[in-house]
Structure formats: structure tokens, C-alpha cells
């Protein structure tokens, strides 16, 4: 999946890959060669979520004006 598809904003989207890593599951991101088993991978993961998130406000702002 693409990241903005999982979750709208960084907090929702950690929350769901910490309690997938607690059942034991990682979550691949093929299209961004990213893990988040690794530490690299969470990072990357928190960056790319972050834009996510600021990119689905700037939508929204756009759309209201």
C-alpha cells in the first residue's frame, strides 16, 4: 500500500504499524523500498507520513477557499 492510503496523519499510521509490530508484523512499503523493521525504516516511515499529512491539509485548505 501507499503510505498516504494507510492512514491520513502520522499519528493514526503509527499507532496502526505499532500494533500490527505487536502481533509480530512489519509493514513493507514496496513502491518506497521501505521496512519498518529497522530503524531507518520507522524514520522513514515518520517523514513520508508527516508529508502525507501536511499534503492532505493543504487539500483541504485549497478546498474550502
Known amino acids: 500500500p501507499k ?3 494507510l492512514a491520513r496523519n502520522i499519528v ?3 499507532l ?7 502481533h509480530g508484523k512489519n509493514v513493507a512499503f514496496i513502491e518506497n523500498n521501505m521496512d519498518t ?3 531507518n525504516g520507522r524514520l522513514f516511515l515518520n517523514i513520508i507520513g508527516s ?3 501536511f ?9 474550502k477557499r
Open 3 to 5: 503510505i498516504d492510503r
Open 12 to 14: 493514526d499510521l503509527n
Open 16 to 22: 496502526i504499524v505499532s500494533e500490527l509490530q505487536e
Open 37 to 39: 523493521s529497522t530503524a
Open 51 to 53: 508529508f502525507a499529512e
Open 55 to 63: 499534503e492532505a491539509k493543504v487539500i483541504g485548505e485549497r478546498v
